[in-house]
């Protein structure tokens, strides 16, 4: 079992999960963040720091595709634990549903 990050964190990406994860497991990209399957060790304390809902436990049904996102940009992206800047625009995309198709990048972010 692992937690992963799901399409409400696109354009949103508050950041508010990455400093309490105690084995330093989010990756960065331009318009979200994922976790790594292989690091997460499922102890769950990320999930209430969303303030979008956007992390959740992957035995939750119908997260198989987003498991796979997580595990594959893990690979590429930069390691992040220190809160950034979120995006000016965030508050707009909080309510916004579907944003994989329109939004979702795969461009790496600049990690911290
Ligand atoms: Fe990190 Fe725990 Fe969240 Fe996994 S569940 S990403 S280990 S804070
Ligand atoms: Fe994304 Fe929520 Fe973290 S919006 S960056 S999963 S706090």
């Known amino acids: 079992m692992t937690y992963v ?5 696109i354009k949103c990406k508050y950041m508010d999960c990455v400093e309490v994860c ?3 497991c989010f990756y960065e990209g331009e ?3 994922v ?3 292989d690091v997460c060790i499922d102890c769950g304390v990320c999930e209430p720091e969303c303030p979008v809902e956007a992390i959740k436990a992957d035995t ?5 595709r987003w498991l796979a996102l997580n595990a594959e940009y893990a690979k590429t992206w930069p390691n992040i634990t220190q809160k ?4 000016a625009d965030a508050k707009e995309f909080d309510q ?5 198709e329109t939004y979702f990048s795969e461009k790496p972010g600049s990690g911290s």
Do not use: H, R
Not at 5 to 9: D, F, K, P
Not at 60 to 64: C, H, W
């Open 96 to 100: 916004v549903g579907q944003k994989y």
């Open 5 to 9: 990050v799901v399409e409400a964190c």
């Open 31 to 33: 318009n979200m963040l």
């Open 22 to 24: 105690p084995v330093d």
């Open 84 to 87: 950034g800047t979120p995006p």
């Open 35 to 37: 976790i790594d399957p």
């Open 60 to 64: 939750e049904s119908g997260l198989e």
